[in-house]
């Protein structure tokens, strides 16, 4: 039980930080967010595309992302999220330290490469 | 059930928005129609779990999971409503009668006195050598109030029963006349007029209560003149609905008597004598005091300990040696009943225990139905911990009924309780089922909870799941545990019935004795009634002689009066010293003796008889006593009374009385207590000023007592008769606190031999059932029922036994507890022991042969096809 959570914990910090990501630009609705991270992952990030919204709700609910309702291209009714001010923070925050982590990460796997050979 | 938010039809909407997107996508990228929204729905995953998972971000899950713990909790209570109501009225009746009592309890003991600084107020009184005997005096009083700096008041109270006169109409009232400071210390302000201080004693004060029942609350009242006892007083305010100060009856007196006051005013106090000498004058008051603030008990009481022995050394006052006595107020009032209700709330507590196994009991029998259930649960991957936590929910659920039940039932059984006998217990009328009680309850019903659900959820929970998958819900093993958990409880039950059993028949056997009067002593036939003469009229004694004896004239001449006399009552003691002894200077109550003037008649009318002597005549000559049997054996022992004479100051200096009879032992005025030495003038040889009227009638004393009351008032209509009664109410009056005693914890007993028995039933009934196909084998190969029956009940009869042993060695320690509420019977009284054993091993049999002898004259046919 406690390593599945841990599992889910991990991906939804992911899940996150890619979120706020992709509203950098601007607002977008569920579809869209979906579709950007597919995309802009190059798809090695394929996550069931439902798990897109426990992922947002958390963070309205935490005052990240905002949802307002919203017509899209084709006149269509949708919900649209967009950052707010302190999601714009918590961004450049995470971002610094996901950075931060994925360089460590680079140089411990560089260092045993080196070890090893 | 739970509304549907609107968040959730929002969600909704979204998703399927995304999938049509998806979709929409798709058939871009050139799949067919079918394909392009399989594949979407494929891509977003379960949606369900997408819609659970949102839900779980807007709630937090353990309010989630209690939400569905409590819908499958009120599920499964809506599946078996009769087994539901059965769990839930147990529960009703032990929370119930636990928060009742608790709610007593909390009002006698716990709650604060009603004045401004509760804590603060110290009874104030002196006692000889025998503890009982407690009186505070003028002369003590006087010295105590100008030497005590540990206390920022000390009043003096005394209380009268009076004749008020108010527009022509006679009514009694009972007036407490207090010393300055009273208003301050209890905290009065006046709900109209002015309060009176200091001297101002010919100013009145009304309650509340008198205000608006006697004088139709009339807002002009105010200025008024009234007459009491025959003297002018002026009604000078009325105290507000909720002033009810907790004032203590005398303690001197022979009958305890709670004061409810209808009416107060001011006393002066005794000045200190300047001489203390044989003629100094001596009043007797009640009184209390108020701490100044940060001194302790402790403090107050050593100094005036200090003081009252300096002064005794100093300045004897010739009333014997005597030792302050300073006790928080609260201690005074509700000490004696302390150890009453200590009994009863423990009794309440293992009703509710009993109760708990009764549920448990209840729990587990069913636990052989719902084992499938638990099984099939835990095998598509309820974790333990959630069917735990779900029987929880369950027992909380039903715990939450019986508490709403149990806290209506205890509103109810307040009421019945306090209508019992108000007087029998201080401070019970003020009992109410506050925020307090309720915390309790609700923490009771939590508590109950706790205990009757864990032991069924942990023996289900331990059930082998493929085991109970494969046999179709019958583990041998587990119902072999079910069944040992059953029988345990069954014994717990038994034993804990047993002491209440043994506690309430102790009780009963007390009271049975005190009210098991001697032959021709028929106290249901005698009505009394008491007046006190009153007024200017009566101010010489031969007017109060010639009432006394045209009241007693004239009963004796009413119809349907076979007998009649008149007492005093035992108003006073007096020192019964021998001619020729000494006047004792210590340990006078040693001889010491409760005195009542009585007319020839009354002795035979009460059922006494004459042990050697005479009777007294109707006209008697001055200076004659009688005295009785525990007289005799204290102060004559070897000595024939008769003739003897003792000191007899009040027909004069140096006179003797001379002693013409002796009459037996009688218990005619308080029947808890061992017959004290008596001695008994005649009326006309000492001063009276009220005496009570017996009568012994033909008819119902009741239905003749206002027939009677009127023809007497004809004799002077501005004296009024009160306390009318018959001797019998009188004498239950004496013990009420006793007949309260037994009535609540006889009710304990039987409440909890009825669950026991329902216990033993349910057991046993179980364990026929699980054994139908084995009985109908054995049946149908021969076995005889008369077999079978016994086998079944010797085996219901194993737990039963055990719990009997079990209780008799607990009553045996328990019932020490309540030896200083028992009369007459010791606390291991084995009559009464055995009698609970037979009584409680008699009704277990029955439950235990009920569901056997069903078993026993079943179908064999009918038994094997059972499943």
Not at chain 2, 14 to 20: C, G, L, T
Not at chain 2, 60 to 84: E, I, K, M, N, T
Not at chain 2, 334 to 353: D, E, H, I, Q
Not at chain 2, 424 to 435: C, I, K, N, Q, S
Request: charge should be positive.
């Amino acid at each position: 039980m406690s390593t599945r959570e841990a599992r889910i914990e991990l991906l939804q910090g992911t899940l996150d930080l890619l979120i706020l990501r992709t509203l950098q630009p601007g607002p977008a609705h569920g579809h869209a967010i979906a579709k950007t991270i597919e995309r802009s992952s190059e798809d090695v990030l394929t996550v069931e595309q439902g798990s897109l919204y426990p992922a947002l709700h958390r963070l309205i609910k935490r005052g990240l992302i905002a949802a307002d309702e919203g017509t899209s291209e084709n006149n269509r009714r949708a919900k649209f999220y967009r950052l707010t001010a302190k999601g714009r923070k918590q961004l450049t925050v995470e971002t610094g330290k996901w950075d931060r982590m994925a360089g460590a990460i680079a140089r411990i796997l560089r260092t045993s490469t080196v070890r090893s050979s | 059930m739970i509304r549907r938010r609107p968040d959730l039809d929002d969600l909704d909407r979204e998703i399927r928005d995304h999938i049509e997107r998806e979709t929409e996508d798709n058939l871009a990228r050139g799949m067919s129609p079918d394909e392009a929204r399989a594949a979407a729905v494929r891509k977003f995953g379960n949606v369900t779990r997408v819609k659970e998972d949102v839900r779980g971000v807007w709630i937090p899950g353990w309010l989630d999971r209690l939400r569905q713990d409590a819908r499958d909790a009120a599920r499964q209570v809506r599946r078996s409503p009769a087994f539901s109501l059965a769990i839930v009225v147990t529960l009703t009746l032990g929370i119930g009668l636990t928060t009742a009592i608790y709610s007593v309890v909390n009002t006698v003991l716990l709650k604060p006195l009603t004045y401004p600084h509760p804590d603060r107020m110290l009874w104030l009184t002196t006692q000889g050598k025998d503890p009982a005997h407690q009186v505070m005096n003028s002369i003590d009083f006087a010295n105590w109030h100008s030497q005590a700096t540990t206390l920022r008041h000390m009043i003096a109270y005394d209380y009268s029963d009076s004749t008020l006169v108010a527009d022509g109409e006679a009514a009694r009232i009972r007036i407490v006349s207090a010393s300055d400071g009273f208003w301050q210390v209890t905290g009065a302000q006046p709900f109209l007029g002015a309060l009176p201080e200091g001297q101002d004693t010919q100013v009145l004060v009304l309650t509340h209560r008198v205000f608006r029942d006697q004088f139709h609350a009339d807002p002009n009242l105010i200025g008024r003149a009234v007459s009491v006892d025959g003297r002018q007083l002026t009604i000078g305010a009325v105290l507000p609905e909720d002033y009810e100060p907790q004032l203590i009856e005398h303690d001197w007196s022979m009958v305890r008597e709670r004061v409810d006051a209808a009416a107060y005013r001011m006393m002066t106090l005794q000045p200190p004598p300047k001489v203390i000498g044989p003629t100094t004058q001596v009043r007797l008051y009640q009184a209390f005091g108020e701490l100044k603030e940060g001194v302790s008990i402790e403090q107050a009481r050593a100094e005036i300990e200090a003081f009252h022995a300096r002064e005794q050394r100093q300045h004897p006052t010739g009333f014997g040696t005597s030792t302050a006595v300073v006790v928080p107020m609260r201690d005074r009032i509700v000490g004696p009943s302390r150890r009453a209700l200590g009994v009863l709330l423990a009794a309440a507590l293992v009703v509710l225990l009993i109760t708990c196994a009764n549920v448990a009991n209840l729990l587990l029998s069913r636990a052989s139905e719902r084992r499938k259930e638990i099984a099939l649960r835990m095998s598509v991957g309820s974790g333990p911990l959630r069917v735990v936590r779900q029987l929880l929910a369950e027992s909380m659920g039903y715990a939450v009924l019986g508490g709403i039940g149990g806290v209506l039932l205890a509103r109810w059984l307040v009421d019945v309780i306090v209508g019992l006998n108000a007087t029998a217990v201080p401070r019970l009328t003020e009992t109410t089922l506050d925020v307090g009680v309720m915390a309790v309850a609700a923490a009771i019903s939590i508590g109950t909870a706790l205990l009757f659900g864990v032991g069924p959820a942990i023996a289900l929970c331990s059930t082998n799941v493929q085991e109970t998958l494969k046999d179709g819900g019958r583990s041998v093993s587990a119902s072999r545990r079910v069944l040992a958990s059953g029988r345990a409880m069954v014994t717990l039950q038994v034993a804990l019935t047993i002491v209440l059993l043994a506690g309430a028949g102790l009780m009963f056997k007390s009271v049975w004795q005190m009210t098991t009067y001697p032959q021709g002593f028929a106290p249901g036939k005698v009505l009394t009634m008491r007046i006190d003469f009153r007024g200017p009229q009566y101010r010489e004694q031969q007017a109060r002689h010639d009432l006394a004896a045209s009241i007693l004239a004239k009963a004796q001449g009413l119809p349907g009066i076979r007998d009649a006399a008149i007492s005093t009552g035992r108003d006073s003691t007096m020192l019964v010293i021998r001619e020729g002894d000494p006047i004792p200077q210590e340990d006078r109550e040693s001889h010491a003796a409760p005195v009542s003037s009585i007319s020839a008649g009354f002795p035979r009318l009460i059922g006494m008889s004459l042990a050697s002597g005479r009777w007294f005549e109707e006209v008697e000559p001055s200076g004659s006593v009688l005295i009785n049997q525990a007289l005799a054996r204290r102060d004559y022992s070897g000595v024939d009374p008769l003739g003897q004479r003792i000191r007899a100051p009040w027909i004069g200096p140096d006179r003797y009385a001379t002693i013409v009879g002796v009459v037996s032992d009688l218990k005619y005025a308080e029947i808890d207590a061992d017959t004290k030495p008596e001695v008994f003038f005649h009326h006309t040889d000492v001063s009276l000023f009220g005496v009570t009227l017996l009568m012994r009638v033909d008819g119902d004393p009741v239905a003749m007592a206002p027939g009677i009351r009127k023809q007497l008032s004809t004799i002077d209509p501005t004296q009024s008769f009160y306390d009318v009664q018959t001797m019998e109410a009188a004498l239950a009056e004496s013990i009420a606190p006793r007949r309260f005693n037994l009535l609540l914890l006889g009710t304990f007993a039987l409440v909890a031999m009825v669950l026991a028995a329902l216990g033993v039933y349910g057991v046993v009934a179980y364990s026929v059932a699980e054994r139908t196909q084995e009985i109908g084998i054995r049946l149908a190969l021969g076995a005889e029922r008369a077999r079978v029956v016994r086998m079944i009940v010797s085996q219901g009869m194993k737990s039963v036994l055990a719990g009997i042993a079990g209780g008799l060695v607990a009553a045996y320690a328990a019932t020490r507890l309540i030896a200083g509420l028992l009369y007459g019977v010791g606390s291991h009284d084995a009559p009464t022991f055995a009698l609970a054993t037979l009584l409680l091993g008699v009704i277990a049999f029955i439950a235990c042969a009920a569901p056997a002898m069903r078993a026993a004259f079943v179908d064999p046919v009918v038994a094997l096809r059972a499943e």
